[in-house]
């Protein structure tokens, strides 16, 4: 389990990371082109991730048990009968046949239904990103209803796929027609070929069981098929080559750049619309260092300028230059490098402000990080911040007004010191007075470099050298601003006329509202504080805000909700009362074919061995039939249960999505600008909580009924046909179910937090997909990914833990029924240690010594017989006040990765002094070591002690135990692992620790042994001897202990004997 858990994990990790980085390395005319949208990169990125990691880790290595069971069966089967065997083997055929058919009609339907969510996932991601617009236009209804209907899709499929999933395992149901044909035939081999009927039983069970284990295989290749579904949808991404490949080092890297542009008969359309041309032999030059102002109307191609330039996109046709090499020649990594770029909408990450700046230049210092937020009039507002340049900007800069956001993003573009500096709609949400200093920034930082400028606010560009006017596609007036103007009748001069005319109209209008700079200008620097504590106050009431009088907005953070409960959940179902009627008779009829076909089976036992062949021959037509039924019967019930079931899960799914996005539509603003309600986060959850739902009501409904009918009909059939027996198997089902409810408890707490964790991982992949030409533009890709690889820390954290429990529930609940048997080997032993003695076990392995300390310890309790400390039962004390008086020192000491101080006095009853712990330290033989060591008792162990060898891990647990003053001592093979000098070392320390306590010993080496008051031998789980060393000697070679010791031929042994 640990292996399969471990290995899921690392594969999962991986594939996420490859897959953003596939995502991250595509052009941006892919993302125009293909539905590939911000919803399905992060349902890829979370759930396919998650589905992939379930079946490599559970899934797998079920199939592959069960595979080999079906093997080994057919094996055992052709040894002991191969005629049966041979006749049986054709039959797999059916077996595998129909589970191959379903994996395939599945993995379609599963790839069908995650393209339908898709649609609807993209509808949420829209409106939850945009939440402020939907609000605004008062958009919620409009959403849910397009949500809604999008959904329909994956209702239709999601029926198909619950009647496919029917005849499926409903197929499975041709085990009981093979059975049928075995048992004919196994009657004429009893018959007319002189078998053993119990030969003939063992051969048809051992095919039964294979084909049962086989179906139990198959049954895995839904999971299979969702999980190829998946990884074809991811691996779809990972092996596609962009066109313009960022990852491409090749391409020429200037020496120097000067910055000179130029565009030369250009011809462009954006390829999601190839018919409308944007340029047609477009032409423009840039001369170096030199700064060139894009004007005109909206749509007129002045962006189009700049994302070509930065190869966003490659023309159709003319050649677009820097320095007069064709870009297309250039290394594209370095060709962006050279160039800074501040967009109309500026795009910030989830973190610091510090380590946004950090975007334009990784290894930037802290001093230079200053000195541009001071360049970009920046630093006076950051610097009145609580947290500083740490603070935190929230989804999409949330926490940031528009002019804040444009002025990290400024200082963003001018860490990097580019050749090239392109500034689209730069200044146009600052404030006047911000303006005014930023754009002086902007004329220094554009001294001696070639500045492309895009701007609608024409004043902001009134110096700039060259004035480009852009129309419709083409280039129809440059010049100066002075040059232009002068044109009376020129396009340049009638958009002056027009902003000017504007601006003396503006102030007199009533129904004037102010824009971005005025809005900003009122809460710029001096409200940061107080704007982010209005966020988080509002984010955190209850109050409701109304709109018009009818729309409630509201906040429901600190709201005490129902407790999450079954009969709700039902509740919500109730529309689908007769699918929920049918489904459960068809889980409850279902429940009854095992008990039944187990009944039919053991009794055709009995027929082989009926003296009277006509009876034989009756009798196996009579059961042969049965099973031939119990087929047809598993099929048709199946069918009926799982389309019910699918029917009612599909359509709460459907409910349950529709309310949640509806709900999550009446919160407030400030809940979506909490780090948690990222859309990112939001849409996961819509995706996966929904389809928990789902898998309750519909698969794991189905399963409990069909569980509880299976045991309620199994226990009336076994109390019915041999209670005694019944009561017997019925008493050991506690015992079977509490191990594997364990585990299963375990597993789902463990994966609850893996999911949870798993949700930044969705938040970061929504974030980069967003922001896409950000991060192009700064070739971030790389910095991206290392902040995926921090969120999966996490993650990876709990998937380890969950792999240990995996791995020890699955190891507790396999080796249950063999730990029963162990207990037949010590049965009735008795052994008694007087109190202040030290009593020794020996004997060989698996005789019952170390379980006698685990007895003690009560780590587990007997099936019969007591054991007494002072006269009382042990189960009469209170557990933890028994074990606070008991120490134990085992073959392989454990120790905690902290240091040597923390693991000597873990588990001390009391406050501990530094005196007291030095001294125990002494009596163990530990202080001169540790005394030795750079940091002393603070030195780190390291994981499991790593960092210290064998001896010294035993010395420290024996402080360990020593601090913990116990009155019984165990000691548990506490020297075997060690090599001479540190038994010798560790021996004078036990043997202090034991004078004066109840001590009970496990040992091979019976040399350490020799000097404890009572020895007793163990054979098979009983005391075959007990006495003194010297006592047990004097009985000679016919004593058990006088044999072990001879076979270990010890010095001391020799002398002794002679």
Known sequence: GYCWARTAERQASRLRSTYLKAVL???????????????????????????????????????????????????????????????????????????????????????????EYNKAGTVAEQAISSVRTVYSFVGENKTLSEYSAALEGTVKLGLKQGMAKGVAIGSNGVVFAVWSFMSWYGSRMVMYH?????????VGAAIAIGGLSLGSGLSNLKYFSDAM?????????????????????????????????????????????PESLIFKDFNLKVPAGRTVALVGGSGSGKSTVIALLQRFYDPQGGEICVDGVGIDKLQLKWLRSQMGLVSQEPALFATTIKENILFGKEDATMEEVIEVAKASNAHNFISQLPQGYDTQVGERGVQMSGGQKQRIAIARAIIKSPRILLLDEATSALDTESERVVQEALDQAAVGRTTIVIAHRLSTIRNADVIVVVQDGQVVESGSHDDLIEHENGFYTSLVRLQETKGKDEPHNPNYLPGPSSVTSTYDVHNTSSRRRSIISRSSSSSSVNHDGTENITSNVNQDFPVPSFKRLLALNLPEWKQALLGSLGAILFGAVQPLYAFAMGSMIAVYFLPDHDEIKRRTMIYALCFVALAVFSMVINIIQHYNFAAMGEYLTKRVRERMLSKILTFEIGWFDQDENSSGAICSRLAKDANVVRSLVGDRSALLIQTISAVTIACTMGLVIA???????????????????????????????????????????????????????????????????????????????????????????????????????????????????????????????????????????????????????????????????????????????GTIRENIIYGASKEVSESEMIEAAKAANAHDFIAVLKDGYDTQCGDRGVQLSGGQKQRIAIARAILKNPVILLLDEATSALDSQSEKVVQDALERMMVGRTSVVVAHRLSTIQSCDTIAVLEKGKVVEKGNHGSLLAKGPAGAYYSLVSLQKTPTTNQTID
């Not at 002189?194 to 063992?202: C, H, Q």
């Not at 130029?262 to 999601?272: D, Q, R």
């Open 194 to 202: 002189g078998a053993s009927g119990g030969t003939v039983f063992a």
């Open 229 to 273: 579904a998946a990884s074809e949808r991811i691996r779809e991404v990972i092996l596609r080559v962009p066109e313009i490949d960022s990852d491409n080092m090749e391409g020429e890297v200037l020496q120097e750049v000067s910055g000179r542009v130029e565009f030369k008969n250009v011809k462009f359309a954006y390829p999601s619309r």
């Open 25 to 115: 390395r595509q052009e941006v005319a892919y993302f125009d082109l293909n539905v590939t949208s911000t919803a399905e990169i992060i349902t890829s990125v979370s759930s396919d991730s998650l589905v992939i990691q379930e079946v490599i880790s559970e899934k797998v290595p079920m199939f592959l048990m069960n595979t080999s069971i079906f093997g080994g069966a057919y094996i055992v089967a052709f040894i002991l009968l191969w005629r049966l065997a041979i006749v049986g083997l054709p039959f797999i055929l059916i077996l595998v046949i129909p589970g191959l058919i379903y994996g395939r009609v599945l993995m379609k339907l599963s790839r069908k239904i995650r393209e």
């Open 723 to 897: 209670w005694r027996l019944a009561l017997v198997m019925i008493a050991v089902q506690p015992i079977i179910i509490v191990c594997f409810y364990c585990k299963r408890v375990l597993l789902k707490n463990m994966s609850q937090k893996a999911m949870k964790s798993q949700e930044e991982s969705s938040k970061l992949a929504a974030e980069a997909v967003s922001n896409l030409r950000t991060v192009t533009a700064f070739s971030s890709q790389t910095r991206i990914l290392k902040m995926l690889q921090e969120t999966q820390k996490a993650p990876m954290r709990e998937s380890i833990k969950q792999a240990w429990y995996a791995g020890f529930g699955l190891g507790f609940s396999q080796s249950l029924m063999a730990c029963t048997w162990a207990l037949d080997f010590w049965y009735g032993g008795k052994l008694i240690g007087d109190a202040g003695k030290s009593t020794a076990l020996v004997g060989q392995s698996g005789s019952g010594k170390s379980t006698i300390i685990g007895l003690i310890e009560r780590f587990y309790d007997p099936m019969k017989g007591v054991i007494k400390i002072d006269g009382r039962d042990i189960k009469s004390y209170h557990l933890r006040t028994l074990r606070k008086y008991i120490a134990l020192v085992s073959q392989e000491p454990t120790l905690f990765a």
